[in-house]
Each structure stands twice: as structure tokens, then as C-alpha cells.
């Protein structure tokens, strides 16, 4: 059983606009809410966090919104660049616990 | 460079096979965790050791072992592979800050 879920497993958007990857989970224990980046060939990579008592974390282009009641976060990519294509892992860690992940989504930022 | 040395970067063996999978954590970093990402899934945790102790383990199988050493080295066995072991394997470690998970680039296993 899922505890993180990834519905999207791809996005594509314009450079300059908008991204918004969403993640939803199950467990109500989790205390950190975290987004790790990808690219191919390479390990993930901490993008940015967010605690279970915030409802939103930001930091430059990035901004981590949380709703609690939902059980859903996202990410927020603005703007988009090309360089931001990678695939973006969901994580959550638990009280007593370590990372887990969802399955990811590949964002595509087109030029 | 994220400081954190997997080897080897690629493996190719036959099933029935036994492999090793090495890993050197970020100086100073005492946990250790390693993950497996098969095909379309996400990364799903194995096990973690501290400080050369097992301190939580999750969805490994009992043919996967793994150890970590005085130097704080780590490396998963494989044995008795599969097929379906064939997967990304990525060692990452931790200084304890939730936000700390260094990721290695990872060893790909295939098994044929």
C-alpha cells in the first residue's frame, strides 16, 4: 500500500510558465514533507522541504505548498526552464521512520 | 559531486548470481540508507545502519543482506539473484538532519 502517491507520471509545460506537480499521501504521522530532483544518471537530489506544522515553504523559483485536511502537496516551478526537466520524487518522513517516496514525476520544460 | 561514492556504477550478472554493491558515505555522515528503484516505481527503502549498527530495515528480502563497517562503509550483498532484482540501487547517508539524505549516482544491476 502506497503511503505516498505520484498520480502524474509525466508533465510537460512551456518554458516561462507554470509547473505544478502534485503528491498525495496517507499517513497522518508524517513530519516533513520533502521534493528530491533527478536526472538521468544521477542519485536524487534534495530540492526543498516543508514541515507538517507549515502549510507553505518557499525558496527562489520553488514554492511547497502543504494542505493538510487534503493530504496533498505540491510543488510549484515558476518560471519553468529547460533545465528544470528531471523527474521529481515526492518524499515523506514519518515520527519514527525513514524516506518515503513516491513514484516520481518527469516534468518536461519546452523551449 | 554529492559526496556520497557508489561502485560499481554498472553490473551485469546471471541469475543465481551473488553481487556486492559498495558504498562510502559523506565525511562525516554516520547513517547510512540503502534504496532500490525498479522499473516505474519509486525508490523503496531497504535498510539503514548507524554507526556500524542495523537501525531500521524495510522491504528487503532475505536473500539481501547488508553491513556497515568501522570506516563507516557499507555494502549490500545480493544473492540468489533474479530477474526481477534487476533495478537501480542507491546508497544515500545522513549527519541526522531530516533534510540531509545525500544521494550516490547509484549502481545499475541487471540480471540476466
Known amino acids: 500500500d502506497q503511503q505516498v502517491k505520484q498520480n502524474s507520471p509525466s508533465l510537460s509545460v512551456q518554458e516561462g510558465r507554470i509547473s505544478i506537480l502534485n503528491c498525495d499521501y496517507t499517513?497522518?504521522?508524517?513530519?516533513?514533507f520533502l521534493w528530491y530532483k533527478k536526472y538521468p544518471a544521477e542519485g536524487p537530489t534534495f530540492l526543498i522541504s516543508i514541515s507538517s506544522i507549515k502549510d507553505k515553504n518557499e525558496d527562489g523559483r520553488f514554492t511547497v505548498f502543504l494542505n493538510k485536511s487534503a493530504k496533498h502537496l505540491s510543488l510549484h516551478i515558476v518560471p519553468s526552464q529547460p533545465g528544470d526537466s528531471a523527474v521529481y520524487f515526492c518524499a515523506a518522513i514519518p515520527t519514527q521512520g525513514n524516506l518515503i517516496f513516491g513514484k516520481g514525476t518527469k516534468l518536461s520544460v519546452k523551449p | 559531486d554529492s559526496g556520497v561514492t557508489q561502485t560499481p556504477k554498472h553490473l551485469i550478472t546471471a541469475t543465481g548470481q551473488r553481487v556486492t554493491l559498495r558504498c562510502s558515505p559523506r565525511s562525516g555522515d554516520l547513517s547510512v540508507y540503502w534504496y532500490q528503484q525498479s522499473l516505474d516505481q519509486g525508490l523503496q527503502f531497504l535498510i539503514q545502519?548507524?554507526?556500524?549498527?542495523?537501525?531500521a530495515k524495510g522491504n528487503i528480502l532475505e536473500r539481501f543482506s547488508a553491513q556497515q563497517f568501522p570506516d563507516l562503509h557499507s555494502e549490500l550483498n545480493l544473492s540468489s539473484l533474479e530477474l526481477g532484482d534487476s533495478a537501480l540501487y542507491f546508497c544515500a547517508s545522513s549527519g541526522g538532519d531530516v533534510t540531509g539524505y545525500t544521494f550516490g549516482s547509484g549502481t545499475r544491476l541487471t540480471v540476466v
Open positions: 499517513n497522518s504521522m508524517f513530519d516533513y
Open positions: 545502519y548507524y554507526n556500524g549498527e542495523e537501525r
